[in-house]
């Protein structure tokens, strides 16, 4: 085989196992990103609950009763 020929071959496949390796890191980043964001979806929903609840308490408050230092 050619030498220029088999350089080429050598260089395509030094590429090829590159961009692989590069598409296996960017998997495992992205799965990670995806974890992260189900994660915080979560604890945005939670606050989002406690925000309501918190509003709701405050617009209808249990009884007219004065607090107790009075």
Same mark, same amino acid.
């Given at each position: 085989?050619?030498?220029? /020929?088999?350089?080429?071959?050598?260089?395509?496949?030094?590429? /090829?196992?590159?961009?692989?390796?590069?598409?296996?890191?960017?998997?495992?980043? /992205?799965?990670?990103?995806?974890?992260?964001?189900? +994660?915080?979806?979560?604890?945005? +929903?939670?606050?989002?609950?406690? /925000?309501?609840?918190?509003?709701?308490?405050?617009?209808?408050?249990?009884?007219?009763?004065?607090?107790?230092?009075?």
């Amino acid at each position: 085989m050619d030498p220029a /020929l088999q350089q080429r071959l050598a260089d395509l496949e030094s590429r /090829l196992a590159h961009h692989e390796r590069m598409a296996e890191e960017m998997s495992e980043v /992205l799965f990670a990103q995806g974890r992260i964001i189900d +994660r915080l979806t979560a604890q945005i +929903r939670r606050m989002g609950d406690r /925000l309501e609840a918190t509003e709701y308490a405050i617009a209808s408050p249990q009884d007219d009763r004065p607090p107790p230092h009075y």
